[in-house]
């Protein structure tokens, strides 16, 4: 049974920095194609990055720049480090993992205050 297990979020003040962690379990972790999602109150939940099994990553125009997507195989872990933070950056953030199905993490608050 695949399960993903979101860390990291919090309250943080404008410019600050978070690095969120997403440890998986039940799943062979490296063909896994990984990616961060979030939603706003009120909003879509959309994509921020992702990370292939092979490494390629790929992020959303919004957050170019200032977070970055890794993942750790040996750990069965993907992180998203997120710096120069933005009040819009606020929201739940959530791991998917993508095999012949798609997981979900239970998501993890981040607060940005201006």
């Known amino acids: 049974q695949v399960r993903l297990v979101e860390s990291g979020g919090g309250l943080v003040q404008a410019g600050g920095s978070l690095r969120l962690s997403c440890a998986a379990s039940g799943t062979m972790f490296s063909t896994n194609d990984m990616a961060w999602y979030r939603q706003a109150t009120g909003k879509q939940r959309e994509l921020v990055a992702g990370?292939?099994?092979?490494?390629?990553?790929n992020y959303a125009d919004s957050v170019k720049g200032r977070f970055t997507i890794s993942r750790d195989n040996a750990k069965n872990t993907v992180y998203l480090q997120m710096n120069s933070l933005k009040a819009e950056d606020t929201a739940v953030y959530y791991c998917?993992?993508?095999?012949?199905?798609?997981?979900w993490g239970q998501g993890t608050q981040v607060t940005v205050s201006s």
């Open positions: 990370v292939s099994s092979g490494g390629t990553t």
């Open positions: 998917r993992l993508s095999d012949l199905y798609t997981y």
